[in-house]
Each structure stands twice: as structure tokens, then as C-alpha cells.
């Protein structure tokens, strides 16, 4: 008498998946030994403070120094509020898994983490094509500029911005989270990619829709920000001035070596072959684009910048200024 077949590996994990209702996944992170849990804990501290404060700095200036209320800051100041999100979204949650020894981060949790992720990420990406746009306008078309960049027009691009990124967001978020899932994630947050491997059931046709949305968001936003670099350094090399140049390019040069950070490390974990070897390294590279970014665009595009620093010496005297009143009047 033969016996029954028996299930496959994966039709087991299918069923047990659909017998049990998943309520939590576990974050594998960077590492088991506890040393290791703590070198991470202090380091991802030490940078969620200093992005936190660089970004707070900037939004700060921004808002209350009516001399950087022009198209370039405003921008700038949407960019912080990105970076302050994408940063809290990440960070956090990880260190307090390192500190307490803990890998839990409930469904739910999951699922927020995810959307607000990538809604950063993909408003993030739009809104670099704006200010590499308004950059353009600004060097290329100086007369135009102020026609081109009215206050209607920055309102309407930044919206557009933070539209794309809630539509591409809603979009992914849904299509991975019908899915029936495992328990573990190789990553220190929820990210797409290692989401997507945690299912039991088939996900190439998911991973077919999000690589065409990943083109269709994307692919844009690059092309026209590589485009108005390009036209921004053929216009450099036209200043006669060697000083106005080398000024130009220093500022240029940094502001693609953000761009290229960006996206170059999200290339390389989205569209890199899934393989056991790459995997680890990709948890590597999505600390430039989590992390790293954030930490420096508050020194790239802003602090760096004089009008920014005297907004913030401005900021900074009227605060003594007023903590000073205050003691007057509490003396009398």
C-alpha cells in the first residue's frame, strides 16, 4: 500500500499561514551578539539626534526669518520635514529592539512602517527633480524666475510632490499586505523588499507590478533632475569668472553627491538579484538612504548656506532676547 504524498515546504508554510492570523513579524536586524546590539544602538542615537536636529534647525529658520521665505527655502523646508519623518519612521523602533533585546514589531506597525516609508522616500525623490528644477531655472533662466517660480507654482510642485509619494505609498502598501506572510525579516525596519520575501504564496506577479510603478515614479524624477544638472554645469562653464565657477561647482558637486547617494543605493537594493550573498550587504546600503541622507541634506542644501546661518544667529538672538525679558519681569 503506497502512502499519501506529502505537502512540499511551501504548501505547508501556505497552510500554516492561512490556519493562523499573524499579529507581529520579528526584525532580525544587524547582529544577535549584545555588544553589537549596543555599538548600534549608540551609533543610530547619536545620528537620529544630530539628523533630528539639523532638520528641526532648518525648519525653524525657515519658518520664522520671513527673509527665507522665497521658492529655494521653501523647498528646503519640505525636504526637512521629509527627512525628520523618514528618519522617526526608521530609527527608532530599531534602536529600542537593540536596547531592550528584542526583535517584535506588531502587523500593524509593519504596515504603518512600510507606507510611511515609502511615502517619504517617493516625495523625497520628486521633490529633489523640483529643487534640481528650480536650481536650473535660477542659473539657466535667471530673468524667468520669478515669473516661473510663484508662490502659486512652488505650492502646486511641492503638493504634486507629497501626492505622488501618498499615491505610489498606497499603492505598494496595499498590493504587498494581501499577501499571506511568514514571521521573520531579515532587515533592522519593515522595507518593501524583505516584506515581499516573507510571503508564502507566489510574488512575481507583485514584484512585476512594483518594478513597472518603480519605473513609471521613479524613473522620471531622475531623468529630469539628471537633465537640469547637466544643463545647470553647461552653464557654469560659461561664467567667466573663475571665482563665480569654482563657487558654483562646490555647491553643485554636493548636491549631486547626494542625488547619486540616493539614488545609486536604492537602485542597488531594489533592482540587485535577491541572492543569500547580497542580502546582507543590501541592509548595508539601505543605512545611506534611511540614515545617511537624512543626517546630511541639512548640511548640503542649508547650514552651509550664509543666508541660513545668519536666520539662525537671527533666531538664536531673539530667543536670548526673549528668555532674558522674561527673567525682567519675573525679578519685578
Known sequence: MSLPPQPSHNE????MSNQTTLTEFLLL?????RELQILHFVMFLVIYLVGLMGNLLIITAVVLDHHLHTPMYFFLLNLSILDFGSISVTIPKSMVNSLINTRVISYPGCVTQVFLFLLFVTTDLALLTIMAYDRYVAICQPLHYERVMNRRAC???AASAWITGIVYSALHTGNTFRLP????????????????KLSCS???PIELVTLVLA???TLPPFLLTLISYVCIIITILRIPSTTGRQKAFSTC?????VVTIFYGTLNIVYLSPKTPTLRDLNKVFSVFYTVLTPLVNPIIYSLRNKNVKEALAHVRSECVALTRDQRIHANF
Open 155 to 157: 505650492v502646486q510642485m
Open 12 to 15: 505547508m508554510r501556505k497552510k
Open 253 to 257: 558637486s554636493s548636491h549631486l553627491i
Open 202 to 204: 507566489d510574488t512575481r
Open 215 to 217: 519605473s513609471i515614479f
Open 29 to 33: 536586524g544587524f547582529s544577535d551578539v
Open 181 to 196: 506572510f511568514c514571521h521573520e525579516i531579515n532587515h533592522f525596519f519593515c522595507d518593501f523588499t524583505p516584506v515581499i
